[in-house]
């Protein structure tokens, strides 16, 4: 069956420090597609990032920064130099069966403190 | 703007009182979701629909039904809706199977 671990729960750290947040999957599936989306205290959801099965590379996008590896199931998000405005629920999600299915870890809150 | 529509944002009702909670798009997807969110849980998948009249249960569809009559509208419907439906619901679609999700702004519902 198809699983998506987000460990921590919640985090804390002080502005401009760096934090990885990690998400850990499972699937018998050989194409899939990993996602990461946003939730601020606003509450709206929004997309961050696409991994699909086959491209490994690894992706920097300003501060933020996501490392794919099959050989460990896990795709784990780093914020560089964190801000306040990185304050917000992040959430790992993974697409299977043509995409039809998606399935969302449990969260992680990240609070940032000035 | 392309955007995904819920309605209402807000709902208070009680044990029992069919209700519906309409969500639209205008986008041209033909991919459309419901989620509900709770604490600890995530975003679980109710029901999803890949083009008009062809619709298919998520991981969490007890309690709930669809329709999809027009591409762009997939309502959600609590025929008979009880306090463990309480809950963040989101409506979301998209172009592919496999593209990002648009996330309406999502319903609070408190069913008492």
């Known amino acids: 069956a198809q699983k998506v671990t987000q460990a921590q729960t919640e985090i804390s750290v002080v502005e401009k420090e760096d934090v990885t947040l990690d998400c850990v999957y499972e699937t018998r599936d050989t194409t899939y597609y990993l996602f990461w989306y946003k939730q601020p205290p606003s509450g709206e959801l929004v997309f961050l990032i696409r991994r699909n099965s086959f491209d490994e590379q690894n992706e920097i996008s300003g501060r933020y920064s996501w490392n794919f590896q099959k050989s460990t199931s896990s795709f784990n998000f780093t914020i560089t130099a964190s801000q306040v405005v990185d304050s917000a629920v992040y959430f790992c999600?993974?697409?299977?069966?043509?995409?039809?299915?998606?399935?969302f870890g449990a969260g992680t809150r990240l609070f940032v403190k000035a | 703007e392309a955007q995904v529509t819920q309605n209402p944002r807000y709902l208070i009702t009680v044990t029992g009182k069919k209700l519906t909670v309409t969500c639209s798009q205008n986008m041209n997807h033909e991919y459309m979701s419901w989620y509900r969110q709770d604490p600890g849980l995530g975003l679980r998948q109710i029901y999803y629909?890949?083009?008009?009249?062809?619709?298919d249960k998520g991981d969490v569809p007890e309690g709930y039904k669809v329709s999809r009559k027009e591409k762009r509208n997939f309502p959600l419907i609590l025929e008979s809706p009880s306090p463990n439906q309480t809950s963040l619901y989101f409506c979301?679609?998209?172009?592919?199977?496999?593209?990002?999700?648009?996330f309406g702004n999502g319903t609070r519902l408190t069913v008492t």
């Open positions: 629909s890949m083009n008009v009249e062809v619709t």
């Open positions: 999600a993974l697409n299977w069966d043509g995409g039809f299915k998606t399935i």
């Open positions: 979301a679609s998209r172009w592919t199977g496999n593209s990002p999700l648009h």
